[in-house]
């Protein structure tokens, strides 16, 4: 294995040669550090969001509004994982032309009676699905260790380039079954 000043690199996850800013629908999948159940529990097959579960879930639908010509897919919160499709459609550019690079820096954390925001959402203007994933992860871990000190993610994240219509409605229905299914889960233990 390659080593970078004496230290094992690990490979890149990430499709190589891709560029991750580029139109399309990405799976994503992000674990919670050691899988620890933080978000809540199914019951009944169905998820039961923990405080923790709910600022994840405000988190999530808040990336539209911190990230350019970005929406969202079906989504699922998890007890110790969360499953999410992101659509990045931005209109095509030519080669020179300058793009629009700012976003809202302030998160609603909706557990609160009295709002308060928090700037949380990060890299501004790098409209990438892994600067989307950080500062995403970076929103929630800010807020939700004043309810778990220990809270924590995995430090990676598992992405998957959804290509044809075909392969969208396998991962829409995966991610809307998943508590369902959550007895037959990888995750589950």
């Known amino acids: 294995m390659e080593k970078f000043r004496n230290k094992y690199r690990i490979p890149s996850s990430r499709l190589a040669g891709w560029d991750y800013n580029r139109p399309g629908f990405y799976f994503i999948t992000i674990c919670t550090k050691n899988r620890c159940h933080f978000f809540g ?71 609160s009676l009295q709002s308060s925001t928090h700037p ?16 995403f992860k970076s929103a929630v871990t800010k807020l939700s260790r004043s309810i778990h000190p220990a809270f924590g993610w995995q430090t990676r994240f598992y992405d998957h380039i959804i290509r044809n219509k075909d392969s969208y409605y396998q991962v829409s229905n995966y991610i809307l079954n998943n508590p369902a299914n959550w007895n037959k889960d990888k995750f589950y233990r």
């Open 41 to 111: 529990e199914i019951i009944k097959e169905e998820m039961r969001l923990t405080e923790t579960g709910i600022i994840a879930n405000t988190c999530w639908v808040a990336i539209p509004g911190h990230f350019n010509h970005t929406t969202l897919g079906e989504f699922v919160i998890m007890p110790n994982h969360m499953h999410g499709i992101i659509i990045i459609d931005k209109p095509a550019i030519s080669a020179g032309t300058a793009v629009e690079t700012t976003h809202a820096v302030e998160t609603t954390h909706a557990l």
């Open 120 to 135: 949380r959402f990060r890299n501004p203007g790098k409209n990438t699905i892994s600067s989307m994933v950080g500062s």
